[in-house]
T-cell receptor, first 116, second 113 residues
């Protein structure tokens, strides 16, 4: 039972570099999400994908792009990293079949990203 | 913007005591959820309460929801050292365009052995 798997677990980048955070889930969930968590803050939604082939912006999408590669995988890309993007990034998934919103989200263990 | 606000921000109690955390939110909701986060780990779902429910139980957890006051509480009974973690409430906003949750800043709970 892997659940939601995120890679890498840790990464250090220099300002201006690019990278892609990977996320995969094995629960056959339709919906997937990317959040960021900053010290003393709750999680904030960056992007989400309600189903394969669709993506939408969340609360803090600037500076990020996403790709829903298939039902299992949802990646987050930083094109030109900035120090303000130093954060812990969490991927989550939920079973939203039938449009149900009353479902829990399942989280990965996060990617700790530092931008120097 | 943050939807939920947990209170207190930090709570330290003795093992065996009960712990109560509160959450307030601002808009109408479909449901409210509570999550636990252990240090260095992802969030783990604890309980979901729908907007038409007033109370829900799961093991040692009891959650109440008062939609008229836009508030919720999480009670952990007979606390254990393993309950030490941060606890977050999260709301699914009614009519919200974004299909994601809005989280509060969390309550950091420490259980003293």
């Amino acid at each position: 039972n892997a659940g939601v798997t995120q890679t890498p677990k840790f990464q250090v980048l220099k300002t201006g570099q690019s990278m892609t955070l990977q996320c995969a889930q094995d629960m056959n969930h339709n919906s997937m999400y990317w959040y960021r968590q900053d010290p003393g803050m709750g999680l904030r939604l960056i992007y989400y994908s309600a189903s394969e082939g669709t993506t939408d912006k969340g609360e803090v999408p600037n500076g990020y792009n996403v790709s829903r590669l298939n039902k299992r995988e949802f990646s987050l890309r930083l094109e030109s990293a900035a120090p303000s993007q130093t954060s812990v990034y969490f991927c989550a998934s939920s079973d939203s079949r039938g449009g149900s919103r009353n479902q829990p989200q399942h989280f990965g263990d996060g990617t700790r990203l530092s931008i120097l | 913007s943050q939807q939920g606000e947990e209170d207190p921000q930090a709570l330290s109690i003795q093992e065996g005591e009960n712990a109560t955390m509160n959450c307030s939110y601002k808009t109408s909701i479909n449901n409210l959820q509570w999550y636990r986060q252990n240090s260095g780990r992802g969030l783990v779902h604890l309980i979901l309460i729908r907007s038409n429910e007033r109370e829900k139980h799961s093991g040692r957890l009891r959650v109440t929801l008062d939609t008229s006051k836009k508030s919720s509480s999480l009670l952990i009974t007979a606390s254990r050292a393993a309950d030490t973690a941060s606890y977050f409430c999260a709301t699914d906003e009614w009519g919200g365009g974004a299909d994601g949750l809005t989280f509060g800043k969390g309550t950091h709970l420490i259980i003293q052995p």
